[in-house]
């Protein structure tokens, strides 16, 4: 089993940059899990946005981030990060790693075993 921090939301301005971390515990390896992102506004449901397989060779981003937003992972340090640039108000959203071992990488929510306990970014206009 895997325990997951996030960490490093905020608040930033529109255009702004952040970077989320994503800290894996517990008897395992993050190399053990594919990893996700995804993120939830109140009353709608959790959306994906970005996902990377266990060697980090293999990334899928939703359309509405790409170019904006990487993914990446240290397998050394059990942790993965989200760099989000160009940030928008839309982008708003409470964040949350996720970690699966049955799929080589997917965007499906309900594929994903474990979850953080969520990071809140908020982008002012």
């Known amino acids: 089993q895997v325990q997951l921090v996030e960490s490093g939301g905020g608040l930033v301005q529109a255009g702004g940059s952040l970077r989320l971390s994503c800290a894996a515990s517990?008897?395992?390896?993050?190399?053990?899990?594919?990893m996700g992102w995804f993120r939830q506004v109140p009353g709608k449901e959790r959306e994906f946005v970005v996902a990377?397989?266990?060697?980090?060779?293999?990334?899928i981003y939703a359309d509405s981030v790409k170019g904006r937003f990487t993914i990446s992972r240290d397998n050394a340090k059990n942790t993965v990060y989200l760099q989000m640039n160009s940030l928008k108000p839309e982008d708003t959203a409470v964040y949350y790693c996720?970690?699966?071992?049955?799929?080589?990488?997917?965007?499906?929510?309900?594929?994903?075993?474990?979850w953080g306990q969520g990071t809140q970014v908020t982008v002012s206009s």
């Open positions: 996720a970690a699966e071992t049955k799929y080589a990488i997917t965007g499906r929510a309900e594929h994903y075993d474990y």
């Open positions: 517990g008897r395992t390896f993050i190399s053990d899990y594919a």
């Open positions: 990377i397989s266990r060697n980090g060779g293999t990334t």
